[in-house]
Nanobody, 128 residues
């Protein structure tokens, strides 16, 4: 069982930055792929980024590439999403999720149903 807790959301002006954290319980955290997703009101949940077990591999949605950076600290059981140059369209509830499959090469990694555990989410609001 893995428990994930997001934090760091809030209200920021366009062009600003926020740093989201995902804290995980469990001794096997370092073996999980961790992803970030977001869901805006009236829209479907969408993939944002993911990171491999040791942090050596990352993937990003095109919409955030170059602005967001995902990283992890396995000693602290934490994954961080640094969000810079925020835009109003980044407004959403952000969720972290754990993929326990052990395979970073799964082709549908951007789909939420590939992840086994989810946090409760943290709200990010970007004003124009």
């Amino acid at each position: 069982q893995v428990q994930l807790v997001e934090s760091g959301g809030g209200l920021v002006q366009a062009g600003g930055s926020l740093r989201l954290s995902c804290a995980a319980s469990g001794r096997t955290f370092s073996s999980y792929i961790i992803g970030w997703f977001r869901q805006a009101p009236g829209k479907e949940r969408e993939f944002v980024a993911r990171i491999s077990w040791r942090g050596g591999s990352t993937d990003y949605a095109d919409s955030v590439k170059g602005r967001f950076t995902i990283s992890r600290d396995n000693a602290k059981n934490t994954v961080t999403l640094q969000m810079n140059s925020l835009k109003p369209e980044d407004t959403a509830v952000y969720y972290c999720a754990a993929d326990t499959s052990g395979s970073y090469t799964r082709p549908y990694y951007y789909r939420g149903d590939e992840y086994d555990y989810w946090g409760q989410g943290t709200q990010v609001t970007v004003s124009s």
